[in-house]
């Protein structure tokens, strides 16, 4: 059995601010479950000795020295825009508080 | 708003034991952005540092600025921190726009530094040394306006404006552990931790720090327990908190606020507040639990930082003298007390001072002219004190006076001049004619002259009432245009008025 809830398919929703009618949680929580059971298909074969891998690729320190490049206009930056004032984005009220 | 309840301080402490926490967000200086090469500039118009990074755009990627985390092992180190032999960013998961990507790179499980400790200074003269769990690199968030609701606040507000050019600074974040017992001195304690990271920054020039500007911020985490009680109590995050006597104030009003709650039987709501410098309160902001769930996994984009010891310990021979002990070994050296030298860094006029003294002013000079007058033009003008006058010069001014050469009154002519551009300080003495009178054929002269033309204020000194010299050092004093030691003029005055 998954860990895979309704309960939980309802909070991931929420959390990620889509709106879910009873249906889609219905067949997501099937559809999520049989996923993380297959990835957890995974962990059989992962021994002890097999560290969490979050970065698969061999590098690390892939840094840029500190200097200025080119930057988008403000033009540019809001062209994408669907609404703007004061060369600012404009976005509708915000409920809530700030993080 | 109905006001808060508050407890009478004293009475809440007999009550609860507090127990504090603090995160301080620290802007780096550095020239470009944490993960892009946008200027890290602030007050420009908006929108225009920002490239499709700073405004996660599809298809973009983060880069790490090398800078960024130098300057953030550096800040570890003078933290007292291990720096971690490998280290990783991770995704933070939130919706707001402040956040155009709807997650903030941040560093979780694998923090560039951590566990260290700050010894910092009460008013007092007391140490203390405060817990430091971790300092991770992160990203700032972009800057938004309210429109519509009463006064810029974010409630009733129709709409919003964002402003990208603060998204994607570079920050640190450097958060204790819990800090006990620190009782009544509680609000002290804040303030000088803040300070005492505000220094710490300063020295390694890392940033402005600059907290009006929010180069240095801090959210002040306050629970109460009662006496005896080994669980903690529920916590608020105060926010919002742009000043080290708003950390003092805040603290405070919380702990009174908390109290008076507590001891009405009610409970704590976990919640981040909001500080308002105008009227001295917080406000309830935004619940918050333990559980908030920013689904924090490891940044895909972003290769681990594995920083070379070689590279580390590079950086921690290169760590300036600590602003403490620093501040210790100059007040022992200048022989200042504790007003003294306070008035010196309140002001942020210790390098300054320092300079001053290496070029050859007494200590006690120093601290005058820059605490002064000096401090004064630039409050004046709203300038920097290193932007009124070079060290070097002050010290040229003090040397004439201790020679001799100048009186008080007379220095501050010339220095005068030296800010107004006229020359070194012996120039503007030359050209303005303005040293001492030293010549006493002048000044008995000048004594003579005023002794006969007040005749009762010399039979007054004769009667042995030698404060009624006063009158005639005030008439030698201004027929010399200022330019006579007074305490020399005293001496001929008193010598004169007895040999007639």
């Known amino acids: 059995m998954s860990d895979i809830t309704p309960e939980l398919v309802r909070h991931l929703a929420s959390l990620s601010r889509i709106d879910l009618h009873d249906e889609e949680v219905t067949s997501l929580t099937s559809e999520l479950g049989q996923i993380v059971e297959s990835i957890a298909k995974v962990q059989e074969v992962a021994t002890d000795d097999v560290v969490a891998t979050s970065h698969p690729i061999p590098l690390q320190n892939v840094s840029r020295p500190d200097e200025v490049g080119e930057t988008l206009t403000q033009e540019q930056a809001l062209s994408n825009a669907p609404d703007s004032a004061d060369g600012r984005f404009r976005v509708p009220a915000i409920l809530g508080g700030e993080q | 708003m109905a006001a808060d309840k508050l407890m009478d301080y004293d009475a809440a402490l007999e009550l609860f034991e507090p127990v504090l926490g603090f995160e301080v967000h620290v802007e780096l200086g550095t020239k470009t952005k944490m993960f892009s090469h946008a200027p890290n500039v602030f007050g420009s118009e908006p929108n225009t540092n920002v490239t499709p990074?700073?405004?996660?755009?599809?298809?973009?990627?983060?880069?790490?600025?090398?800078?960024?985390?130098?300057?953030?092992?550096?800040?570890?180190?003078?933290?007292?921190?291990?720096?971690?032999?490998?280290?990783?960013?991770?995704?933070?998961?939130?919706?707001?726009?402040?956040?155009?990507?709807?997650?903030?790179?941040?560093?979780?499980d694998e923090p560039i530094a951590f566990e260290g400790s700050v010894e910092i200074e009460l008013p007092d003269g007391s140490l203390r040394t405060i817990p430091i769990e971790r300092a991770h690199m992160e990203e700032d968030a972009g800057k938004l306006t309210h429109l519509g609701g009463s006064g810029g606040r974010i409630q009733g507000a129709s709409s919003s404006l964002v402003d990208y050019n603060r998204a994607g600074v570079p920050l640190v974040e450097i958060v204790t552990h819990p800090i006990f017992g620190t009782e009544a001195l509680a609000p002290e304690v804040g303030r000088a931790y803040v300070g005492?990271?505000?220094?710490?920054?300063?020295?390694?020039?890392?940033?402005?720090?600059?907290?009006?500007?929010?180069?240095?911020?801090?959210?002040?985490?306050?629970?109460?327990?009662?006496?005896?009680?080994?669980?903690?109590?529920?916590?608020?995050?105060?926010?919002?908190?742009?000043?080290?006597?708003?950390?003092?104030?805040?603290?405070?009003?919380?702990?009174?606020?908390?109290?008076?709650?507590?001891?009405?039987?009610?409970?704590?709501?976990?919640?981040?507040?909001?500080?308002?410098?105008?009227?001295?309160?917080?406000?309830?902001?935004?619940?918050?639990?333990?559980?908030?769930?920013?689904?924090?996994?490891?940044?895909?984009?972003?290769?681990?930082?594995?920083?070379?010891?070689?590279?580390?310990?590079?950086?921690?021979?290169?760590?300036?003298?600590?602003?403490?002990?620093?501040?210790?070994?100059?007040?022992?050296?200048?022989?200042?007390?504790?007003?003294?030298?306070?008035?010196?860094?309140?002001?942020?006029?210790?390098?300054?001072?320092?300079?001053?003294?290496?070029?050859g002013s007494s200590p006690a000079a120093a601290r005058k002219w820059w605490t002064g007058e000096i401090s004064r033009r630039a409050n004046?003008?709203?300038?920097?004190?290193?932007?009124?006058?070079?060290?070097?010069?002050?010290?040229?001014?003090?040397?004439?006076?201790?020679?001799?050469?100048?009186?008080?009154?007379?220095?501050?002519?010339?220095?005068?001049?030296?800010?107004?551009?006229?020359?070194?300080?012996?120039?503007?003495?030359?050209?303005?004619?303005?040293?001492?009178?030293?010549?006493?054929?002048?000044?008995?002269?000048?004594?003579?002259?005023?002794?006969?033309?007040?005749?009762?204020?010399?039979?007054?000194?004769?009667?042995?009432?030698?404060?009624?010299?006063?009158?005639?050092?005030?008439?030698?004093?201004?027929?010399?245009?200022?330019?006579?030691?007074?305490?020399?003029?005293?001496?001929?005055?008193?010598?004169?008025?007895?040999?007639?």
């Open chain 2, 53 to 108: 990074v700073c405004l996660g755009l599809p298809g973009s990627l983060p880069v790490v600025n090398e800078q960024a985390v130098r300057y953030s092992i550096s800040l570890g180190l003078a933290l007292g921190c291990q720096i971690a032999a490998s280290s990783r960013f991770a995704r933070k998961n939130y919706f707001y726009p402040d956040n155009p990507k709807n997650y903030q790179i941040s560093q979780y």
């Open chain 2, 196 to 359: 005492a990271i505000r220094d710490i920054v300063l020295s390694l020039g890392i940033s402005e720090a600059k907290m009006e500007r929010g180069n240095l911020r801090c959210d002040a985490n306050v629970s109460l327990r009662p006496r005896g009680q080994e669980k903690l109590g529920t916590r608020t995050e105060t926010k919002n908190v742009n000043s080290l006597r708003s950390v003092e104030r805040a603290v405070r009003y919380e702990i009174q606020r908390q109290a008076a709650i507590l001891a009405e039987g009610g409970t704590i709501t976990q919640e981040t507040r909001h500080w308002h410098e105008d009227t001295g309160v917080t406000s309830s902001g935004r619940p918050k639990s333990d559980a908030d769930d920013y689904r924090y996994f490891p940044e895909p984009d972003l290769l681990p930082v594995v920083p070379s010891a070689e590279l580390v310990e590079q950086l921690r021979s290169e760590l300036p003298e600590q602003p403490l002990a620093r501040r210790r070994r100059l007040k022992a050296d200048w022989g200042f007390t504790d007003l003294e030298f306070q008035d010196v860094a309140n002001g942020g006029l210790v390098d300054v001072v320092e300079a001053t003294i290496a070029a």
């Open chain 2, 380 to 500: 004046a003008d709203g300038v920097e004190v290193t932007e009124v006058i070079q060290p070097e010069r002050v010290a040229e001014i003090a040397a004439l006076v201790e020679a001799g050469t100048l009186t008080d009154k007379l220095a501050r002519q010339v220095l005068e001049g030296v800010i107004a551009g006229e020359g070194t300080a012996q120039e503007v003495v030359d050209a303005r004619g303005l040293a001492v009178v030293s010549d006493d054929g002048a000044l008995i002269a000048a004594v003579d002259e005023a002794l006969a033309a007040q005749p009762d204020v010399l039979a007054k000194i004769r009667d042995g009432k030698v404060q009624a010299a006063g009158a005639i050092i005030g008439s030698v004093m201004k027929a010399m245009r200022g330019q006579a030691d007074a305490a020399r003029v005293r001496e001929l005055v008193l010598e004169r008025a007895a040999a007639e």
